[in-house]
């Protein structure tokens, strides 16, 4: 078993950046594929971004190129930096982790979940 905790949610003019952490306890860190989704209100759960146990790292069209996913297994910590925010990027974003190799867009491939943090961006 995993438990996820994602921190550094907050508001945030657009234009601008913030750093999504998220922190795990429970078996090895570094044997999950670690994911971040979020949720609009209205809308369904969307990949993000997954980073493999090896590092190798895949986004979705709308944040590639002005997100970065980075993982410290040390720490056992996962960072989601986001910039040039939209307002479009509103959302909770939430952490996810996947038993073994495959990265993947599903939010049904992910096994375990945080509580999700609040990104608001304003006009």
């Known amino acids: 078993q995993v438990q996820l905790v994602e921190s550094g949610g907050g508001l945030v003019q657009a234009g601008g950046s913030v750093r999504l952490s998220c922190v795990s306890s429970?078996?090895?860190?570094?044997?999950?594929?670690v994911g971040w989704f979020r949720q609009a209100p209205g809308k369904e759960r969307e990949f993000v971004a997954a980073?493999?146990?090896?590092?190798?790292?895949y986004y979705s069209d709308s944040v590639k190129g002005r997100f970065t996913l980075s993982r410290d297994n040390a720490k056992s910590m996962v960072y989601l930096q986001m910039g040039s925010l939209e307002p479009e990027d509103t959302a909770v974003y939430y952490c996810a982790a996947r038993d073994g190799r495959l990265l993947s867009v599903s939010p049904l491939d992910y096994h375990y979940w945080g509580q999700g943090t609040q990104v608001t961006v304003s006009s």
């Open positions: 429970g078996r090895t860190f570094s044997s999950y594929v």
């Open positions: 980073i493999s146990r090896s590092d190798s790292t």
